[in-house]
């Protein structure tokens, strides 16, 4: 291989891989460098020095200012090339899938599962690996080797093999991105998101708009015969969705939060503090409060009010105490008290779910909790939610 050669070569991987030309220059004149030093045999580098001149076609490399002739050089020059640009087509490569998924951040992506064990989900996504792990995993999430699988890319990191993915079947956004993907006036703008509040695995809780008023945002998410949300309670495995209309008016997007329970009255307590009294008759108290208080504790993140549900019998729960229920759950495991629950939340455990998926080596980093209060911790949050199934 000659120098025109090499120039060749270099000029149309460059082109091919979006390599800087300028860099792989100053790569191929450093190693120039090194292996001259070693087909020399000399002690160091110094008083070598090795220039690439683009315009002439030529490689120089000199030694003490003596220039090392062409014959001795050619050898030296084609073994280096080769090197350093196979090196630099590898390190552009996976710049470049780094540079495309880092771009994807936030985005819902897909792929095929590799490998999955105790810990994690490995995915292939063509250019690059995504690790599932399961803290990020629905508690309904069941996949086997060769499944195809959609999650939320969360981030991009550089490693040795290429870039690896973090991914996430827990975010809100991955029900957002599958009503996004699944109905067209979303994407077309006619249909808007106001808000999205969920429960992995459990319960989600969307509302919707339209800046049409001759499309229903409610009908067009849902579907004719409901195909749509069909399709995406099936990729999220039975999650519970409630499509909700959306209001300016507190008391009528209220209201519309807490179906599939009827809302006879809502009364505004306190404006500034966002706190209001709603009235259900004593048949609908339980739908509007839900299973371990749910309904109206996503109902209250929807609408970002406190929300009291009362029955002209008496019968009552707020948001706030519904919102304790998994402090109460947790609080029944043995040597576990408020500063180890106040821990967990802090480590990102705010539910069930999460605690669920949860291996003992994730709880165990959390201050205060043992491999046996793991255990514990993970078998009963796998009950709770094992009873709610069933019921």
């Not at 002690?43 to 090392?68: C, F, L, W, Y």
């Not at 250019?127 to 939320?152: H, M, T, V």
């Not at 519309?256 to 004593?282: G, Q, R, S, T």
Request: proline share 2%; aromatic share 4%; net charge negative.
């Amino acid at each position: 291989m000659n120098n025109a050669e090499i120039f060749m070569i270099i000029n149309q991987i460059c082109m091919d891989k979006g390599i800087d030309k300028q860099t792989l220059y100053s790569a191929l004149e450093s190693a120039l460098i090194s292996a001259t030093k070693k087909a020399f045999q000399l002690k160091s580098a110094e008083g070598i020095e090795a220039r690439v001149d683009e315009e002439n076609k030529d490689i120089i490399v000199t030694i003490n200012g003596e220039r090392i002739p062409a014959a001795e050089l050619g050898r030296i020059a084609a073994q280096t090339a080769r090197q350093v640009i196979i090196q630099k087509i590898r390190e552009a490569e996976k710049d470049v899938v780094f540079r495309e998924f880092q771009n994807l951040v936030g985005k819902l992506v897909s792929g095929t599962v590799y490998k999955v064990d105790r810990r994690q989900i490995i995915v292939d996504v063509g250019k690059a690996e995504g690790i599932l792990p399961r803290r990020e995993q629905s508690f309904r999430d069941n996949y086997r080797q060769g499944d195809r699988i959609k999650a939320i890319l969360l981030s991009v990191t550089r490693e040795p093999k290429g870039p690896v993915l973090l991914l996430s079947r827990r975010h809100p956004d991955l029900v957002k991105q599958l009503f996004e993907l699944e109905v067209p006036e979303i994407k077309d703008g006619i249909v808007i998101i106001k808000g999205i509040v969920r429960e992995a695995g459990e319960h989600t809780k969307i509302a919707v708009a339209s800046s049409n008023d001759k499309i229903d945002p409610m009908g067009a998410c849902v579907g004719m015969r409901g195909t749509r949300i069909k399709n995406i309670v099936n990729e999220l495995q039975g999650e519970r969705i409630d499509v909700v209309r959306w209001s300016e008016d507190p008391i009528e997007f209220i209201k519309e939060a807490l179906k599939p329970a009827k809302v006879e009255e809502v009364k505004i307590l306190d404006a500034e503090k966002k706190h209001a009294e709603v009235l259900v008759d004593e048949s609908q108290l339980s739908l509007a409060i839900g299973r371990r208080g749910q309904n109206v504790r996503l109902a209250s993140k929807l609408t970002g009010w406190e929300l009291d549900i009362r029955t002209a019998e008496g019968s009552q729960m707020t948001s706030e105490e519904a919102d304790k229920s998994l402090e109460k759950i947790l609080l029944e495991v043995q040597d576990v008290d408020q500063d180890v629950v106040n821990n967990l939340k802090e480590a990102g455990f705010n539910d069930l779910n999460s605690l669920a998926m949860a291996s003992v080596d994730d709880l165990i980093e959390v201050e205060g909790i043992d491999k046996e209060i793991a255990e514990n911790l993970i078998n009963k949050a796998r009950e709770y939610l094992a009873k709610g199934d069933e019921e």
